[in-house]
């Protein structure tokens, strides 16, 4: 098993552009997160899905879209890229297991906003 | 959700044993308290979790008491390796989305 991949693994984009960050997990999970880690700074939640065909905000949604694509991916999408959306990006999954609280976490997207 | 308090930064020597204490004074009756470690360049890793009493793995142990508004996350006989960041959470059996990290506490070994 893979665990959760995600990609791209780098990317810098210019203010005003757009992306998409893709997340993956084989592990037949039913919950993924959306992350984010300034540096020096503990994680933010951006949007999650507690299980297929729903998603929710979390702490820090604005400038942020999800699109959980199927059971397996969740995605993230910058509509507008801006600098104060430089960070690392980091996807998780957890169990179906109700009281099993590890999430499973990506290597994580590295993203520069000029 | 319980909003969890740690310290910034705790050093020690390698072969001792690391306990970080975690106050969350809200904790809700459903809650558990996990605990993750985080490497430079890497995403967190799950390390324990727990409700009340004495958790014990292979890598980790933890302690709640009674009253639930701490826990302390103990790590024996630390190497250089277990330099990272450790981060608790209070998290609900009642919500699949609500995980709030907090600033986490840098653990620096040395020689």
């Known amino acids: 098993n893979a665990g959760v991949t995600q990609t791209p693994k780098f990317q810098v984009l210019k203010t005003g552009q757009s992306m998409t960050l893709q997340c993956a997990q084989d592990?037949?999970?039913?919950?993924m997160y959306w992350y984010r880690q300034d540096p020096g700074m503990g994680l933010r939640l951006i949007y999650y899905s507690a299980s297929e065909g729903t998603t929710d905000k979390g702490e820090v949604p604005n400038g942020y879209n999800v699109s959980r694509l199927n059971k397996r991916e969740f995605s993230l999408r910058l509509e507008s890229a801006a600098p104060s959306q430089t960070s690392v990006y980091f996807c998780?999954?957890?169990?179906?297991?109700?009281?099993?609280?590890?999430?499973?976490f990506g290597p994580g997207t590295r993203l520069t906003v000029t | 959700l319980a909003k969890t308090t740690q310290p910034i930064s705790m050093d020690s020597y390698e072969g001792q044993e690391v306990n970080i204490t975690c106050s969350h004074n809200?904790?809700?009756?459903?809650?558990?308290i996990t605990w993750y470690q985080q490497f430079p360049s890497q995403g967190p890793r799950f390390i324990i979790q727990?409700?009340?009493t004495k958790v014990t793995n292979e890598v980790a142990s933890l302690f709640i008491p009674a009253d639930r508004k701490s826990s302390t996350l103990s790590l024996p006989r630390v190497s250089l390796s277990d330099t990272a960041v450790y981060y608790c959470?209070?998290?609900?059996?009642?919500?699949?989305?609500?995980?709030?990290f907090g600033a986490g506490t840098q653990v620096v070994v040395t020689p």
């Open positions: 959470l209070a998290s609900s059996s009642d919500s699949w989305g609500k995980f709030q």
């Open positions: 592990m037949n999970h039913n919950s």
């Open positions: 809200n904790i809700a009756t459903n809650d558990y």
């Open positions: 727990g409700y009340k």
């Open positions: 998780a999954s957890r169990s179906p297991d109700r009281n099993a609280y590890e999430q499973y």
